[in-house]
């Protein structure tokens, strides 16, 4: 066990008592306590923590009238909207399982999570209709419900989206109608029998450390770990908001950094949530920041950088927030020194992964105290340790790297129906990130190095081998390596090519157009680079390593026959 050195500031303890209660429950004290309070704001429509209770019981029944039962898997396919937060309060108080799809994915990737998680239900939006029908034969879904934006838009701009733009979205065919089973639900709370540190709550699917995407199952303690821990981060302001807080939905709730911070701690501090379904329309996340004078807001660092870039950025009052926290990937300390000079508060880094729910490292919330290119220090009931990748043992000289691992409440139990892989990760009670890190003599960590090939877009993982699995597939190309690349403080994918013998050379827009239904936007390469050939391994494999070196064409080996087809068998 490594010696504690860190330490938090006044009124934050090493360890907090999380209550043994599931997830739904916290929802209904907070709704008893603030049943008056404005629990969301959606494109101007306010819902309030009473109205949203009523929802989730009425839900809830429905989803029991079904056949939903303890244990079952119900996925939700949707963008940041209220009935996000209404389907998974109503899953967990049935004692099933919620697991979130991003509304990025393709049909494959919704395929392939539909199909290892065996969800019986799929709540979405009619925007995704097609999707789910073009899958569902393949999954073994029982129930399709289908809502709409328009359910909850205010007044004239509910009218004409369903008058104007919902027109062109599939109708409903044989699927279930979201707002009759609201209806249809009886207003009475369901009190599900739940093991609170064994049963699962939440199916977070991640692409792990091998490229295939596995479940990451996070119990109801997992879950109230987070949040009854993060909210005590605020304590480290020099002054804190006055009131309800005010906290920015920005981040996808569908991505765990999301789900644990936007949502979670703003249920537990009985806050007021805006959300926002595209975090790419940077003019409505400004806007909702300057209009409604929100303290609090979670994102990836290229959302800030962009933000303290804009053009536009004049327009709009920032000064409201009191703290930023970014996660997904590294802060660059030049995205930090801009977004602050722009807005005037106070920007942080954090760290986690979705197999810890996911925030297991923060700064203090306090310029004098935080450290810049860092992750800052582990939250409470948490323990990091650097640990030698040879010899397996911890690493007591500061500054050295070496592989970071994780102990707490907040770590998952395992990853669903899959025990090698649970295995791997899971050491004694450990989790072992697969990050290279250093920790310095006042116990702050920083990450020097991502797991190996790993490439993170906006917040988002992209592993090589899927990418590489599309290239493959077509036609004029013969071989491909997709690596990670800096421009500026982002990373984007990079795909090195070489053509079938006698094919021509495709442009970035035919590539792009190619990989359009085949990945999810963030996966996509934006830069392409031909080669005669690619550098391998001793066994044949393309070498990532190698091609991520400056002189990547210098490093080629002799050629091997068949290369591509030996890539699609295996």
Request: proline share 5%.
């Amino acid at each position: 066990m490594p010696e504690k050195i860190w330490s938090y500031c006044e009124g934050i303890p090493d360890k907090i008592e999380v209550p043994l209660t599931s997830v739904v429950e916290m929802f209904w004290k907070t709704a008893e306590k603030f049943p008056n309070r404005d629990l969301t704001e959606f494109k101007g429509k306010y819902k309030k923590y009473s109205e949203m209770e009523e929802e989730v019981n009425r839900f809830a029944n429905s989803l029991k009238d079904l056949g939903v039962e303890k244990g079952d898997r119900v996925a939700c396919l949707m963008p940041n909207c209220p009935q996000y937060i209404v389907v998974f309060f109503a899953t967990n108080a049935l004692g099933a399982i919620f697991t979130a799809i991003s509304s990025l994915y393709t049909q494959k990737e919704i395929r392939y999570q539909l199909q290892d998680s065996e969800a019986k239900v799929i709540v979405t939006l009619d925007l995704f209709l097609d999707k789910i029908r073009e899958v569902q034969n393949d999954t073994k879904l029982e129930h399709v419900i289908v809502s709409s934006v328009g359910d909850e838009l205010p007044g004239i701009t509910a009218f004409l989206y369903k008058n104007v733009i919902a027109r062109k979205n599939p109708k409903v065919i044989n699927e279930l109608v979201y707002k009759d089973l609201l209806k249809k639900g009886e207003n009475k709370r369901i009190e599900t029998k739940i093991n609170v540190k064994e049963d699962v709550a939440l199916l977070q699917y991640t692409g792990g450390t091998t490229g295939i995407m596995k479940g990451a199952m996070l119990t109801n303690y997992n879950l109230m770990s987070q949040a009854t821990i993060l909210p005590y981060w605020d304590l480290w302001l020099p002054s804190r908001p006055e009131g309800q807080y005010r906290i920015s939905g920005c981040l996808p709730m569908s991505h765990i950094f999301g789900f644990s911070t936007s949502f979670l701690w703003t249920i537990a501090v009985g806050g007021l949530l805006y959300l926002i379904p595209d975090p790419r329309q940077l003019e409505e996340v400004m806007q909702s920041v300057s209009k409604h004078k929100i303290h609090f807001m979670f994102a990836v660092p290229i959302l800030y950088q962009k933000i303290a870039e804009h053009p536009n950025i004049a327009k709009y009052d920032l000064s409201s927030l009191y703290m930023c926290i970014s996660g997904g990937e590294g802060l660059p300390q030049s995205t930090c020194e801009k977004f602050e000079e722009a807005c005037k508060g106070l920007l942080i880094e954090g760290y986690g992964l979705s197999e810890s729910s996911p925030v297991t490292h923060v700064n203090p919330g306090n310029k004098d105290l935080r450290k810049l290119n860092a992750i800052g220090i582990p939250i409470p009931n948490t323990l990091a340790m650097i640990v030698d990748l040879d010899t397996q043992e911890e690493i007591s000289e500061y500054g050295k790297e070496g592989e970071l691992w994780i102990r707490g409440s907040s770590v998952m139990k395992g990853y669903w129906n899959n025990k090698e892989a649970s295995d791997a990760v899971l050491v004694k009670g450990w989790l072992r990130t697969g990050d290279i890190a250093t920790m310095d003599e006042k116990g702050f960590f920083s990450v020097v190095d991502r797991a190996k090939d790993m490439i993170i877009v906006s917040g988002y993982k992209v592993w090589p081998s899927d990418v590489e699995e599309v290239l493959y597939a077509h036609p004029d190309i013969n071989m491909a390596g997709v690596v990670q690349v800096k421009d500026g403080n982002t990373e984007k994918v990079k795909a090195f090519l070489v053509t079938e013998p006698g094919s021509k050379e495709l442009s970035r827009d035919e590539i792009k157009a190619y990989c359009k239904d085949k990945l999810a936007p963030y996966k996509i390469p934006t830069i392409i680079e031909y080669k005669e050939d690619l550098p391998r391994t001793a066994v044949g494999k393309v070498s990532r390593k190698d091609l991520r070196q400056p002189d990547a064409a210098a490093r080629i080996t002799t050629r091997a026959p068949d290369i591509k087809k030996e890539v699609i068998k295996k």
